[in-house]
């Protein structure tokens, strides 16, 4: 419950989106974020066996990535909790990040539903300001093994936000997932950022890449 709240008053602070302009480099204007390229993995790797439908998996004891958290392999959660070894903040925690951590969707087009697990990463300080990084962790079935499609993490990020970006409501179709990045402008409190931008992440080559991000509000 110590992380579950900080997001769950995050993720109502913004309404539902519209489309807006595209975001630019911080430097042009005081209001918009610079976009950085983020992490993509590598995918089509196996994370152990799973049911054909992945609606039947235990995801709070499933094993899952989180290269988004700088952790380098597979990680085991055991009651939605893990503990790892990040390349850039050393030992961290990682934990499913709310009630309602997994979004279904079939983004290959094969009939079967995909699921984007809600991960989030953070140095075990059990604040909202030690939380580090947040991710989507997009995996799919096939034949009988749990197999990681890629990672959607945050693509907006201000250097002068006080907190990091949190990820919002995928959004499935054909050949991609839409989310929602939830960013902080330096007078932001750490329940409540103020600035929304979509960002879609299409399925290339076998995993995951982002478009440019699109600011909203």
């Not at 290269?67 to 909790?81: D, I, T």
């Amino acid at each position: 419950m110590r992380r579950v709240l900080p997001l769950l008053l995050l993720l109502t602070a913004c309404g539902e989106p519209s489309a807006g302009p595209k975001i630019t480099d911080a430097s042009h204007t005081g209001d918009t974020t610079a976009v950085t390229s983020a992490p993509t993995s590598t995918g089509r790797s196996p994370l152990g066996t799973a049911p054909d439908d992945l609606h039947a998996v235990d995801w709070q004891q499933a094993t899952l990535t989180a290269a988004f958290c700088g952790v380098e392999g597979p990680v085991r959660f055991l009651e939605g909790k893990a503990n790892a070894t990040s390349t850039t903040w050393g030992e961290v925690g990682l934990w499913l990040s709310t009630d309602n951590f997994v979004r279904y969707g079939d983004i290959d087009a094969d009939g079967r539903d995909e699921a984007a697990v809600n991960v989030g990463c953070d140095n075990g300080g059990g604040t909202a300001s030690s939380q580090l990084a947040f991710g989507f962790v997009v995996v799919r079935a096939d034949r009988g093994q749990l197999e990681l499609v890629g990672e959607i993490s945050a693509t907006t990020m201000r250097d002068d936000a006080p907190h990091v970006p949190a990820l919002a409501e995928p959004r499935f179709e054909k050949g991609a997932v839409t989310v929602k990045e939830l960013w902080y402008r330096p007078s932001d409190a750490n329940c409540c950022p103020t600035g929304a931008s979509l960002t879609t992440w299409w399925l290339r080559d076998g995993t995951l890449k982002a478009d440019q991000a699109v600011q909203v509000s």
